[in-house]
């Protein structure tokens, strides 16, 4: 496999050899590999990931070969997360594992900035082929003078790759929570099913998830109607099988800088949901339960941590004010 994964041995050294059989490759050695993954080494995945991953991000690919190499991925995820039977291989599990989480993160951004670009191109009428899109390209891809990719196919594209990432996720961030888990206890095919719950701290990198969400939301300006409300339940999904704590941690993260949109974005939402309380006490106070002692100590850690805590005091106020109002005096004295 370590000669497979050589792209010299893959493909030759030859200019033609390297632009017109690349492509043809590494979706056949994509093909072998989802059919022998399971009997990988950590070592040799980690190899695969490598090198897939690394494709994902060459921009003189095609995006359906960054869809290839999405989903090669993704068919890897499972054979990573059963080969943790001990301390050291859920280590190495949970190190590949968020390797492929960076490596979705990472396209998400590259989306954030080229998909304003690709909606104004339709708009205007405008061939991807045009002067400004063929800089961005690497030096042999311009010089090789491929055919351009008509608009509608690329936005396809772009849809059906964006769909892969989106639903890859839900299973990338439910294997690296259960990483550290007995694989006794849990399985991947109980996905959403089940939620063990396990220290966030130790197990979901949640500044590498929040990036799912603070690039993700853009990439759905590309999709229309019913396409936009199923993105949206894919969305949803993710944040489903997310522990609270690792939410409220991507939610809290922002009022770091409160003078930012995103930090008053959340404030209001959060004074939204306080001013609530009071309308139907009752329920509410079963619903925040597991949140507000979650609330609380995020604010009051950060608070003293940061060097504005002006945005979580005030949620602090929001919060014990909502609460007083409402009677659930409990919730203040615990």
Excluded at 320 to 325: E, G, K, P, W
Aim: with cysteine; glycine share 4%; hydrophobic share 45%.
């Amino acid at each position: 496999m370590q000669e497979w994964t050589t792209i010299l041995v893959l493909v030759g050294t030859g200019r033609a050899c390297f632009e017109t059989l690349r492509p043809l490759a590494y979706s056949l050695l994509a093909e072998i590999v989802h059919h022998v993954r399971g009997d990988l080494s950590l070592s040799q995945l980690s190899r695969i990931i490598y090198l897939f991953s690394s494709n994902m991000h060459d921009a003189s690919l095609s995006l359906s070969i960054h869809t290839t190499c999405a989903r090669l991925m993704l068919n890897l995820v499972e054979p990573i997360f059963e080969k943790g039977v001990d301390q050291q291989s859920m280590d190495e599990a949970r190190i590949l594992l968020g390797r492929i989480l960076d490596a979705f993160v990472g396209k998400f951004s590259t989306f954030k900035r080229t998909i304003p670009q690709l909606l104004e191109e339709g708009e205007e009428g405008k061939s991807h082929s045009n002067l400004r899109s063929k800089l961005e390209l690497p030096v042999q891809a311009v010089l090789n003078l491929q055919v351009p990719v008509e608009h509608s196919k690329e936005v396809s594209d772009c849809k059906n790759l964006i769909k892969t990432l989106v639903m890859g996720m839900k299973t990338i961030i439910w294997s690296i929570t259960h990483a550290h888990l007995p694989r006794s206890q849990v399985s991947p095919s109980t996905h959403g099913t089940q939620q063990v719950l396990v220290s966030s701290s130790s197990n979901l990198p949640v500044w590498k998830a929040s990036g799912v969400l603070k690039s993700g939301v853009h990439c759905l300006a590309l999709f229309k109607e019913k396409e936009e409300r199923d993105m949206l339940h894919l969305f949803s999904q993710i944040l489903a099988i997310m522990e609270p704590r690792d939410l409220m941690d991507i939610k809290l993260d922002v009022l770091k800088n409160p003078d930012s949109p995103a930090a008053k974005l959340v404030l209001h939402l959060f004074r939204y949901i306080f001013g609530a309380v009071a309308k139907a006490p009752a329920d509410f106070e079963r619903i925040l339960q597991p949140h507000v002692p979650v609330i609380m100590e995020v604010c009051m850690r950060n608070a003293t941590e940061v060097e504005k805590p002006l945005a979580y005091l005030q949620l602090l106020r929001t919060m014990f004010r909502a609460l007083s109002d409402a009677n659930l005096n409990s919730y203040c004295v615990t």
